[in-house]
């Protein structure tokens, strides 16, 4: 695969909406009046999303696709995030896991510390760390095809939290996805025959790449737990291979992981998603996460009443226009988070507003790092996310997987009933 795919699929996936209103305060009770009720309980309410939009007569206002399964919620936290600064240290004990060979030994460097320095001229190391950014990179040079400067095995791992894994990725993207994906709650136990020949299903592919994010991840932190989500069988010459999205979760609780602020947002919400592909069973050929990872910080159950999503219904019928009409394609209880981006904001206006603007260092590690750089707090909170349908389409070199991030979203917050749309 080309180095530079990697660089486009990272900017596409922060294509995002427009933001009709942003306000995430959890403070204070804005809807007082409305029902809630204690985490416990949360489970039977949202059971009865279908009858209860039936019963209340928002059918015409609001279209619930079929299959809709709300997610079981047993306990909440209420807590903060912080992107980690050190992510990059994992990296020998990640190359062990994911290439099943011994870091020290590949690269005869005692330390990381001490790998070549790679200043983005285009040569190309075995083992090097990011000058810029400080990423730990392995590139298997026997894989790089001279003459276009590609390859399709390497691995780099960022002080945030990025990491970037391939291995033999030489037949995706491709312009061949179908029409088609599967949430969490609704893939068929359909066997489809793989590239390599091999038959797996997709609820099989899905238990193995959170088993397999849950091995690697927990290197570096307890905290570390993913679910799947998105599971896309993509046809190429008459077989399959698979694309697996995965949501980071807390103690049974997903984050959001939707691309739904704009750049120039001056407080804006960071998606949290995590892709891998397989082209046989049990055989995987990336995994990417463009977006980082996060400490939790400070970590307190909730015990209060919080609205159910029934609840959350009767505010969006409240708050939004009365005649709009929203095609909910599935609904979940998730963390949201937020956290301060003026400064990335306001380098953004400055941006877009000259054609020969000249970034300095410090800039250029904002601008490659709009998610957070290392050590920015995220404020989080419990929040109802209805998302909706949109028309899935495919980009020019192939990819899709931007469709499921950048997409048309409202949340209510679970504490105050506070709206945040992206339509």
């Not at 240290?89 to 001490?114: E, Q, V």
């Not at 709009?370 to 028309?391: I, Q, R, V, Y």
């Amino acid at each position: 695969m080309k180095k530079i795919v990697l660089c486009t699929l990272v900017s596409l996936l922060f294509c995002s909406c427009s933001s009709i209103s942003n306000d995430d305060s959890n403070n204070g009770n804005s809807f007082q009046g409305t029902r809630r009720v204690s985490v416990s309980e949360l489970n039977a309410d949202s059971r009865t999303i279908y009858s209860y939009v039936s019963e209340k007569g928002y059918g015409n206002k609001f279209v619930l696709s079929e299959g809709i399964k709300v997610n079981d919620v047993n306990e909440l936290y209420s807590f903060s995030l912080k992107e980690t600064s050190d992510f990059e240290k994992s990296f020998p004990k990640f190359y062990s896991c994911l290439m099943g060979k011994d870091f020290y030994k590949d690269s005869g460097a005692s330390d990381i510390s001490k790998l070549q320095v790679d200043d983005y001229s285009g040569k190309l190391f075995p083992f090097s760390i990011g000058k810029m950014y400080g990423e730990i990179q392995y590139i298997d040079l026997e894989t790089v095809d001279k003459e276009n400067n590609t390859y399709t095995t390497s691995m780099y791992a960022y002080p945030n939290g990025k990491l970037y894994y391939e291995k033999d990725a030489y037949f995706f993207p491709g312009n061949s996805f179908k029409n088609w994906y599967y949430y969490y709650s609704s893939y068929p136990d359909t066997k489809y025959t793989m590239l390599d020949g091999s038959e797996w299903t997709l609820s099989e592919a899905q238990s193995f790449a959170a088993k397999t994010y849950n091995e690697l991840y927990s290197i570096y932190s307890p905290d570390a737990s993913f679910e799947p989500y998105i599971v896309i069988p993509n046809e190429r010459d008459g077989n399959y291979y698979f694309a697996v999205i995965l949501r980071r979760e807390y103690c049974g609780v997903p984050f959001k992981c939707c691309a739904v602020s704009k750049e120039t947002d001056e407080v804006q919400s960071k998606p949290m998603f995590y892709l891998c592909y397989f082209y046989g069973k049990e055989k995987l050929t990336a995994m990417i996460n463009t977006t980082g990872f996060e400490d939790i910080i400070n970590p307190k159950q909730i015990t209060d009443k919080v609205l159910p999503v029934t609840s959350a219904l009767d505010i969006l019928d409240k708050e939004l226009a009365p005649n709009i009409i929203l095609e909910i394609d599935d609904v979940s209880l998730v963390y949201y988070n937020s956290f301060d981006a003026s400064k990335y904001a306001e380098l953004c206006k400055r941006i877009q507003s000259s054609e020969k603007y000249t970034l300095t260092e410090d800039e250029n590690l904002m601008i490659g790092q709009p998610e957070g750089l290392p050590g920015t707090e995220f404020n989080c909170f419990p929040a109802w996310e209805f998302k909706l349908k949109k028309n899935i389409q495919i980009s020019e070199d192939g990819f899709c997987s931007e469709n499921f991030y950048d997409t048309k979203a409202i949340y209510v917050n679970a504490f105050t009933g506070e709206v945040i749309t992206y339509l």
